[in-house]
């Protein structure tokens, strides 16, 4: 099974219920797996025999399953990438028996990390596949999966959710009713603001987003209030900062010349938007890609959000009358 989507609308929560029900011993009919099962405990510690999970190396979340992966390093890595080895390591898992009431799970979270290597690899596998081995493949882009592994498995297509079911479903998840406001910076997909809440990221975007209302006139001032942001408890990067402000930009410019916003519903708007210059703000806009090429590895992270601000500041200026 493939499923295919945005990041954030539930994916990996499905697939991870699919393995649990298929590895489950005492579901009962149209229910969910048990939960109290040794299989089901055994999958909730990651340490069940019959259960692969396979992820990039570097995926910054440590998940269940994934331990044995620590006792190998010191092997060369590439960064984000499913390789060839982590496929091979599978055909012992599944060409032989399993373990218990014979079904076998491997979960891919990012299957379009494959290298081509390990695409052919898997493909190799799933052209023979063994008995009572589900496999699920997770993908946010299906262009990069090589087309003869899609079409041996079920598409399964998640797009997000109209904007009341998330909202009720941010609810449920015991986010504050306002937390509607983030849908539109996550491309309306819940569980990603979920997880910023959980990495504590949501304090730190209302700051940015503060700040850019009302910045200071000095860019020294704002990139210091950034600054602080940055070495904040969340895990908010830099990275984040500057896809903040491009994507303000682009709402205001949006707004400036449509009335529109894409990013920001739902959030309180700057007073004045009608004086500023179009045209100034799409070409800072713009401009912010050369700032996120360079975000990760800043050569002066003051240095680096101080020009970021003073370019905010001038794309601000008002039209010349
Ligand atoms: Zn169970």
Redesign the pocket.
């Known amino acids: 099974m493939l499923l295919i989507g945005p990041g954030g609308v539930g994916k990996t929560a499905f697939a991870e219920q699919l393995a ?1 029900l298929l ?5 009962a009919a149209n229910s969910n ?9 055994w999958l909730a510690a990651g340490n069940h025999p019959d259960f692969r999970r396979v992820a990039p190396d570097d995926d910054a979340e440590a998940e269940p399953g994934t331990s044995e992966k620590s006792a190998e390093k010191g092997k060369k890595r590439s960064a984000g990438i499913i390789r060839i080895d982590q496929i091979r390591e599978l055909e012992s898992f599944v060409f032989v028996g399993s373990h218990r009431n014979g079904n076998r799970v491997v979960l891919l979270t990012e299957a379009d990390a494959m290298n081509q290597a390990a695409a052919n690899a898997l493909l190799k596998i799933l052209e023979e596949p063994p008995a009572s081995v589900y496999f699920i493949l997770i993908a946010t882009r299906s262009k990069s999966l090589l087309p003869t592994i899609r079409s041996r498995c079920r598409v399964v297509s998640f797009g997000a959710p109209d904007a009341a079911a998330a909202s009720d479903w941010l609810l449920n998840a015991g986010l504050e009713k306002q937390a509607k406001r983030y849908l539109g910076l996550a491309g309306g997909a819940p569980m990603r603001v979920a997880q910023w809440k959980e990495q504590g990221q949501l304090a730190p975007i209302d700051a940015l987003v503060d700040s850019l209302i009302s910045p200071p006139a000095d860019p020294g001032l704002l990139a210091a209030k950034w600054d602080a942001l940055l070495k904040g408890d969340g895990l908010f990067r830099m990275e984040n900062l500057v896809e903040g402000v491009q994507r303000w930009l682009f709402d205001l410019t949006q707004e400036r010349m449509a009335g529109e916003l894409r990013f920001h519903t739902g959030w309180p708007r700057p007073k004045g938007i009608e004086n500023l210059d179009p045209k100034a703000l799409l070409s800072a806009w713009r401009d912010l890609n050369q700032f996120r090429r360079s975000a990760r590895h800043p050569l002066n992270q003051l240095l680096f959000l101080e020009s970021l601000a003073a370019h905010y500041l001038r794309a601000l200026r008002p039209v010349a009358a």
Request: charged share 25%; with cysteine; proline share 7%.
């Open positions: 649990a590895l489950c011993e005492s579901a797996a048990c939960g109290k099962c040794d299989p089901c405990r």
